[in-house]
């Protein structure tokens, strides 16, 4: 079997959401059980300049949903931006894999070569389907999920390395 660009981000993206989602109950989990105000933990970054923990999920998100948009060739959904709670962004989590599954893989695999234009700050951007998805748009989707994972951790909440990387297909429970 040969990859295709569908193989290369739908099962990765949905890996990935599916274990943040897990590690978004065990932030809720540790907040509640020191007591502590969510918002502390929803708002935490890891330096000033950096998004907060919120901001890092969103941007996950986003990477997934409009990375996979604009793969198949479909209008890219708009999300809000208003998540304020863990229940929120394990619901902005659960709208992204849910979106993710109706689209045509058979599209996204046709972008190989396809031009594919985004936004990136105030500029647009075209590349060719096969490196945005593996020179962009994956290093910075894994990117805004290690931030968020990190902030927590950063926080103290117990969570590690299978946490992070959550069902792998093919390698055993442990």
Do not use: W
């Not at 040969?2 to 907040?31: C, G, R, T, W, Y």
């Not at 996950?60 to 409009?66: G, I, M, Q, S, V």
């Not at 045509?104 to 490196?131: C, L, Y």
Request: net charge neutral.
């Amino acid at each position: 079997m040969s990859l295709s660009l569908s193989h290369l981000s739908q099962p990765i993206f949905e890996q990935m959401l599916n274990s943040l989602s897990l590690v978004l109950d065990k932030a809720e989990e540790h907040a509640k059980a020191r007591k502590i105000d969510p918002s502390v933990l929803l708002n935490s970054r890891l330096y000033p300049d950096m998004f907060p923990f919120t901001r890092q999920v969103q941007i996950a998100c986003d990477f997934a949903k409009n990375t996979s948009s604009r793969l198949a060739g479909v209008d890219v959904p708009k999300y809000t931006d208003d998540e304020q709670s863990f229940a929120a962004l394990k619901e902005r989590i659960a709208k992204t894999l849910a979106f993710l599954k109706t689209l045509d893989h058979v599209a996204i695999d046709n972008a190989v070569e396809r031009d594919i234009t985004f936004p990136v700050g105030p500029m647009s951007v075209t590349m060719k389907g096969q490196p945005y998805l593996l020179h962009f748009a994956m290093p910075n989707f894994y990117f805004h999920h290690s931030m968020a994972y990190a902030i927590l951790r950063h926080n103290g909440v117990d969570i590690g390395k299978r946490d992070f990387l959550g069902t792998i297909p093919g390698f055993p429970k442990m």
